[in-house]
């Protein structure tokens, strides 16, 4: 008899995005004649840059000729691409990382959710709230999340550390020890960030109590502000303690192209239950090996040309581009009346919904009165309840449309 992973019983519902989709999709068909302006599920809008494009075609030419065919390539990533990253990346900010601490991938995504693979079901989960729900759900899958409780929608074995305007979107150290702690920043979804020395408390916290900080730099690429960091391993001693995501998706719109690097410096080290340590970037190079088969060779060679000349001034205009419309989006709201955050150092606005109005309605609300669709906060966690998501990466002409319908809707 072939028994089932129990644990993907206990999940609740659809997968936040897939929701989102399902609603809109019953709303579409309802309404075909409604224009639709999509800014729930953080997707870009903007063509591919024309180096990317460039280098694609030339790599799939390549892929034509026996000489220069390719078969299976290192599954930690072809050094050309390694390379390109540690040069521009990451020595640049002096984080001195090996080629053999970088693994490149095919999303954050499955990084985030695949590295529980390597790391014990015994392990007391921390997240911060809310939170980007993969980091939640893979680790109710995995069966370290314990049973999901319809009351405070929260499951009962992962620790919440709440993140909201009362405390300045600030995670406070929590009172029972986590074994690892999630970290987004810049975050998704409030779009907020954590200051060098703020972040350095989480690192220290790792330090002393040999916790692991799994953190997700998604969004690096949209930081503006001098004093946030880019990477955690700015902090001292984070090598020891982190495993930092990078992604191509967000930074050179790579979200269906697929295409991302983990870094796992070789001083990180877990323990097991006898106490003994173990280097955790052997255990994800033994894991990446076996189940993966590396990133196609035409996908590297379009990610090496994110760090050519041409490229580099071309991911920079992606960035702008989107920034303006973050820009757009954070001032219409505030001449609205709305209190809001992030939207400087992230594509994510996050906004305190009217009257406390409960997120799903405020989405049922913007999707029926004005064919906007966004994100709702508590689908990110119990402390998004009363806010609410909007993406700063549609086409700009459609954000300052979903901008005047909202005007029209909130009557300002
Ligand atoms: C989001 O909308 O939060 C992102 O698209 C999630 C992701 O990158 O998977």
């Not at 068909?29 to 280098?55: E, H, K, W």
């Not at 390719?70 to 002096?94: A, C, H, M, S, T």
């Not at 702690?181 to 200051?195: E, Q, R, S």
Request: glycine content about 8%.
């Amino acid at each position: 008899m072939a028994l089932v992973n129990e644990n993907y019983l206990k999940l609740p519902g659809n997968y936040l995005f897939s929701e989102i989709a399902r609603r809109v999709n019953e709303f579409s068909t309802a309404n075909p004649d409604a224009t639709i302006i999509r800014m729930g599920i953080g997707d870009v809008t903007r063509p591919l840059p024309d180096a990317v494009i460039q280098s694609l075609h030339k790599a799939v030419d390549e892929m034509s000729q026996a000489e220069t065919f390719k078969g299976y390539g290192p599954e930690q990533g072809y050094q050309f691409l390694v390379n390109k990253i540690i040069e521009n990346d990451l020595n640049p900010r002096g984080l001195n990382i090996q080629n053999d601490e970088v693994f490149v991938s095919d999303g954050s995504k499955s990084d985030t959710g695949n590295i529980g693979d390597i790391l014990s079901v015994k392990n007391k989960v921390a997240v911060t709230d809310p939170v980007y729900p993969v980091y939640v759900d893979t680790n109710a899958m995995a069966g370290r999340a314990g049973d999901f409780l319809e009351k405070t929608g929260k499951w009962s074995d992962i620790l919440y550390i709440p993140c909201t305007a009362d405390n300045n979107f600030i995670p406070a150290l929590p009172a029972q020890k986590p074994d690892i702690i999630y970290l987004c920043y810049p975050n998704n979804p409030t779009g907020t960030t954590l200051k060098k020395e703020q972040l350095k408390v989480w690192v220290d916290y790792a330090l002393s109590n040999k916790c692991l900080i799994l953190f997700d730099a998604a969004y690096e690429a949209y930081i503006s502000e001098s004093d946030v960091p880019h990477s955690i391993y700015e902090i001292e001693g984070a090598k020891k303690v982190a495993i930092e995501f990078r992604s191509f998706s967000k930074t050179a719109g790579f979200t269906g192209t697929r295409c991302a690097y983990t870094i796992i410096p070789k001083e990180l080290e877990a323990y097991t239950e006898k106490g003994e340590k173990v280097q955790l970037n052997k255990l994800w190079n033994r894991r990446h090996t076996t189940k993966f088969n590396g990133v196609p060779y035409i996908i590297q060679r379009a990610a090496e040309a994110v760090y050519s000349e041409e490229g580099k001034i071309q991911v920079s205009e992606l960035v702008n581009y989107y920034m303006t419309n973050a820009k757009i989006i954070r001032e219409s709201l505030l001449n609205m009346g709305f209190e809001i955050y992030g939207g400087i150092n992230a594509p994510y606005i996050w906004l305190k919904t009217p009257n406390n109005m409960p997120s799903w309605d405020f989405f049922d609300l913007l999707l029926q009165k004005a064919h906007v669709v966004g994100t709702p906060g508590v689908g990110f966690g119990p402390s998004g309840e009363g806010y609410f998501r909007l993406t700063a990466f549609g086409k700009k002409e459609a954000t300052l449309e979903a901008m005047d319908r909202l005007k029209t809707l909130f009557n300002k």
